[in-house]
């Protein structure tokens, strides 16, 4: 038996996430692979606007396949927060974030599709390449700046659709979250130049 890889986890997240009618959008090591350079990854990070009132159902949707805890989504929900899935065949886990919704409209109107072909054959939606970009500088940032797989999903994003990214979209960003100084240095990493910002 062949057991399903992250992108066939993400078709069955995302077939519920649909079948609800609940706005998401991955983000993460995975949005950064599919939208970069891929790198081998089990992360698979969810951002999803999920309230209470759909809690039964999605609980039920999800309880054939995957292991959910009703008390985390409640508590992520409450704290806007996050909780965790797990595929009971592959123990495949994936990180569900319940967003701030001012954050998180910003960034769903910004996040694009992803067709995944072959035999899942479905079309996602994912981070746009600036919201990731910004997010992993972050998550760098907080890390001590330290972390190369950051760093590089951060260049291999930048060097793959440098020619399609909002710059303007980018330096009002990395100004809001004091990450001017990284971004500039991102851009002569892939030698790049900062006189297009």
Do not use: C
């Amino acid at each position: 038996m062949k057991f399903p890889g992250p992108l066939e986890i993400v078709e069955k997240v995302t077939s519920i996430f649909d079948s609800l009618n609940i706005p998401y959008f991955i983000g993460g090591s995975l949005a950064s692979s599919l939208q970069g350079i891929p790198r081998a990854t089990q992360d698979i990070d969810f951002i999803a606007d999920i309230n209470n009132t759909i809690i039964p159902k999605l609980i039920d949707a999800f309880k054939e396949e995957f292991y959910i805890d009703e008390n985390m989504v409640e508590e992520a929900i409450e704290h806007k927060s996050s909780f965790n899935i797990i595929h009971l065949k592959t123990i495949y886990k994936a990180d569900i974030f319940v967003p701030d919704n001012r954050a998180f409209q910003d960034e769903m109107s910004r996040r694009v599709h992803y067709f995944i072909p072959d035999k899942i054959n479905k079309e996602i939606f994912i981070a746009s390449a600036e919201d990731i970009i910004i997010q992993k500088l972050r998550w760098f940032r907080l890390g001590g700046e330290v972390s190369e797989k950051q760093w590089n999903d951060v260049l291999g994003v930048v060097r793959v659709q440098f020619d399609k990214l909002d710059l303007n979209y980018l330096k009002t960003q990395s100004e809001k979250y004091d990450l001017t100084i990284l971004l500039e240095k991102v851009l002569d990493d892939s030698k790049l130049s900062k006189s297009k910002m």
